[in-house]
C-alpha cells in the first residue's frame, strides 16, 4: 500500500529531505535503497568502509518515523540466548523454592513413581512460560505491536551459525521457540544490517535483502555533511578541512580518515577558535584524523603542501 503523501516515506525525495531534517544528507542512492527497503519490507544490508554513516542511516531513520531503535550489536560467539531470549534461572529457582511445599502435597498420593514424574512435567511447564522469559533484541523487535527499527550492527563479526540463525527473521518476521512455539511480529520491523566487510557473508542472507555499499563522499557531498552536522562552521572553513581530509585519501595510509572523522575534526577546529587551515593547528589536532602514530609521522612533513592544495 502506498504510503500517505504527507509521509517522509512518500517519495524519495520525500525521504531525502526527511532524512536531511534529522542531520543525514543522503544521497539519492541511499534515499531509493532506503525508500524501497521500508515500502516493500525488506531488510536492507548497508556496507561499506567504518564511519560512512551505515549506523547513522538507522538512528536517523528511527527518528525520522518515529520509531523506536532496537539495537544488537553483534560479536563473534553471538548466539540465540543473547540475541532472542534466555529464560530467567534465578526467577524459575526462586519459585521453585517458594513452591517447594505446594508440590510436595501434590506428590503425595501419587500411586507411583510414574504418576509422580507426568504431575512434576505439567509443573514444569509453568516455569517455561512467557513470564520467566528474558526478551533479548530479536524478539523485543518482534513484539513492538507498532512496529520499531532494528539493527543488526556489524552482522560480519558474528559467527556463520548466526547469519544461519537470522534467515528466518530476516525471511517471515518470525521466530521458533521450543517451549512456546512461533512468534511472529504483528507488524513487520524495519531491519538494518551493517556490514564493515570483515568477512564475506552468505547468500542465503544477502537474497533476503536489500544491498546498499555506502561509499566515501565526493568533496560536494563531504561539504554538505559537515555543513549539517558541525552548525554554524564558515564554509571558507569548511572547504579548507574537507579538501585536506580528501587529500589524505589519496595517501597510502593504515586507515584513511572516513566521515565520522571529518565531522570530528570539523568541531574539534571549531573548539580551537580556528577560523582557517594553518599549519600548527593541523599538526596539533591530526590524531583526530589520523588513528595510527605511522600514519601521522607520514602526514606531518607534508601538512603545508596539503594544505595549499586546492580542492578537486
Known sequence: MKPPADSPMSS????????????????????????????????????????????????????????PLIRMQCYEGLDESKALYEWKYGKQLLYTQILKDRMGAQLADAVDMDAAMERLHGMGDLFFSEPFLEPRPLMKALQEDAGCVLLIDEIDKSDEAFEAFLLEVLSAYQVSIPELGVLKAKTPPIVFLTSNNVRDLGDALKRRCLHLHIPLPDSALEQRIV?????????????????????????????????????????????????????????????????????????????????RKPLA
Open 227 to 307: 555543513a549539517s552536522r558541525v552548525p554554524g562552521i564558515e564554509a571558507t572553513l569548511t572547504q579548507q578541512l574537507v579538501s585536506f581530509v580528501q587529500s589524505l585519501r589519496t595517501l597510502d595510509l593504515r586507515k584513511s580518515p572516513s566521515i565520522s572523522e571529518t565531522v570530528d575534526w570539523a568541531r574539534a577546529l571549531i573548539l580551537l577558535n580556528a577560523d582557517s587551515l594553518e599549519t600548527e593547528v593541523v599538526r596539533d589536532s591530526l590524531n583526530v584524523l589520523l588513528k595510527f602514530e605511522q600514519d601521522i609521522q607520514a602526514v606531518d612533513p607534508q601538512i603545508a603542501e596539503l594544505i
Open 12 to 67: 524519495v525525495a520525500a525521504l531525502i529531505e526527511g532524512l536531511a531534517g534529522e542531520g543525514y544528507i543522503a544521497s539519492r542512492r541511499i534515499a531509493t535503497a532506503l525508500y524501497m527497503a521500508v515500502n516493500l519490507q525488506k531488510p536492507i544490508l548497508v556496507e561499506g568502509s567504518a564511519g560512512v554513516g551505515k549506523t547513522e542511516l538507522a538512528l536517523c531513520t528511527a527518528s525520522l518515523l518515529g520509531l
